[in-house]
């Protein structure tokens, strides 16, 4: 069974950058068939998609915040990474990484990060 | 971007009853349409995508239809365990965008 699992700090500093990682267990990072996503959550709001990458490194981002995000993949360790620099506090979030084939289809269960000082 | 209009954004339903939540895209997105199911302090689960298509596992109480601009996602026969958020979003062209949430609760 496929289990995606998110890591990372749960406070970060306004005009500091926001990490996160996502852990996958139960299959292979490396499939052809799929993408990696992050979406993430506004606390009482709805989704906003962050952006895809496939295991080559091929990446689509949001142009809302493509100037600040970078997304990574590293096969090695089976994980897709989530970097959102200059974060302020319409940042704070839950962020959910999950595995896209064709639309998300497997989700993590989600990390609550807070933009506070 | 292509905007997703919900609706009605909240609706309260018997159980039993049929419930029918609506989708409208800004321009047209072929059946690149797909609905979630989120509860409170959980994940989404994807139900649907191509508009029509089942998720695996997911039960047949949940259909999904519709084509260009307009779709519904319906849910038949309205049990406790569906009351949820529901969202629809495109993927006909990125940026990927999800419709502001139609919340069905049980009266």
């Known amino acids: 069974q496929l289990q995606l699992q998110e890591s990372g700090p749960g406070l970060v500093k306004p005009s500091e950058t926001l990490s996160l990682t996502c852990t996958v267990s139960?299959?292979?990072?490396?499939?052809?068939?799929?993408?990696w996503g992050w979406v993430r959550q506004p606390p009482g709001k709805g989704l906003e998609w962050i952006g895809n990458?496939?295991?080559?490194?091929?990446?689509y981002y949001n142009p809302s915040l493509k100037s600040r995000v970078t997304i990574s993949v590293d096969t090695s360790k089976n994980q897709f990474s989530l970097r959102l620099d200059y974060v302020t506090a319409a940042d704070t979030a839950v962020y959910y990484c999950?595995?896209?084939?064709?639309?998300?289809?497997?989700w993590g269960q989600g990390t609550l990060v807070i933009v506070s000082s | 971007d292509i905007q997703m209009t919900q609706s009605p954004s909240s609706l309260s339903a018997s159980v039993g009853d049929r419930v029918t939540i609506t989708c409208r895209a800004s321009q047209g997105i072929s059946s690149y349409l797909a609905w979630f199911q989120q509860k409170p302090g959980k994940a989404p689960k994807s139900l649907i995508y191509a508009a029509s298509s089942l998720q695996s596992g997911v039960p047949s109480k949940f259909s999904g239809s519709g084509s260009g601009t307009d779709f519904t996602l319906t849910i038949t026969s309205l049990h406790p365990e569906d009351s949820a958020t529901y969202y629809c979003q495109q993927y006909n062209s990125y940026p990927w965008t999800f419709g502001q949430g139609t919340k069905v609760e049980i009266k």
């Open positions: 990458i496939y295991y080559s490194g091929t990446t």
């Open positions: 999950a595995r896209v084939l064709v639309v998300p289809d497997y």
């Open positions: 139960g299959g292979s990072i490396s499939s052809s068939n799929h993408y």
